[in-house]
T-cell receptor, first 113, second 106 residues
Framework: EAQVTQNPRYLITVTGKKLTVTCSQN?????MSWYRQDPGLGLRQIYYSMNVEVTDKGDVPEGYKVSRKEKRNFPLILESPSPNQTSLYFCASSSPIDGYEQYFGPGTRLTVT | GIQVEQSPPDLILQEGANSTLRCNFS?????LQWFHQNPWGQLINLFYIPSGTKQNGRLSATTVATERYSLLYISSSQTTDSGVYFC????????FGAGTTVTVRA
């Protein structure tokens, strides 16, 4: 089954404790992205990757890091989480072959206290 | 970036009613998708529709790219249709509208 998976689905952590949210896709997609969703602000792109070892900033990259060492994986790293990073996070993947139709993971609900 | 406007912001329906949601966008796009976010927060792909008309069960969508709008039709609505409907445009960097919150009452 074609899918995008994220882990963990729920996470409660404390300020400053480094964390990683994993994202994996099995569709051999070149493009992968991270979005965050906040009430009143909608979904905004954090980072995206056009292929292995190629990443770039989206609209709200501050406080986040990403890496793309393998085509299928695109982890999101919060080196020192802060309460303003409490949000619902989505990973997505797409391919120009499919006209960039984006497939989203199930979401990760992060709370930073 | 491309601006995406959705209307109406909120919609309350009686079960069985039909409705139309609208998405306007400010520039030509290569990609337009409709999503349904269910009460558990999951984003479900409804349609990939940069132009033309598609139907999937009780849902259908039409995009008129030259006039920069798309419509999502819900027919014979059911309580499971409740949630937020998003329109999103562009290619690898999706720009989302603010969504239409649909509540279907039994």
């Amino acid at each position: 089954e074609a899918q995008v998976t994220q882990n963990p689905r729920y996470l409660i952590t404390v300020t400053g404790k480094k964390l990683t949210v994993t994202c994996s896709q099995n569709m051999n997609h070149e493009y992968m992205s991270w979005y965050r969703q906040d009430p009143g602000l909608g979904l905004r792109q954090i980072y995206y990757s056009m292929n292995v070892e190629v990443t770039d900033k989206g609209d709200v990259p501050e406080g986040y890091k990403v890496s793309r060492k393998e085509k299928r994986n695109f982890p999101l790293i919060l080196e020192s989480p802060s309460p303003n990073q409490t949000s619902l996070y989505f990973c997505a993947s797409s391919s120009p072959i499919d006209g960039y139709e984006q497939y989203f993971g199930p979401g990760t609900r992060l709370t930073v206290t | 970036g491309i601006q995406v406007e959705q209307s109406p912001p909120d919609l309350i329906l009686q079960e069985g009613a039909n409705s139309t949601l609208r998405c306007n966008f400010s520039d030509s796009v290569n990609n337009l998708q409709w999503f349904h976010q269910n009460p558990w927060g999951q984003l479900i792909n409804l349609f990939y529709i940069p132009s033309g008309t598609k139907q999937n069960g009780r849902l259908s969508a039409t995009t008129v790219a030259t006039e920069r709008y798309s419509l999502l039709y819900i027919s014979s609505s059911q309580t499971t249709d409740s949630g937020v409907y998003f329109c999103a445009v562009d290619d690898y960097k999706l720009s989302f509208g603010a969504g239409t919150t649909v509540t279907v009452r039994a």
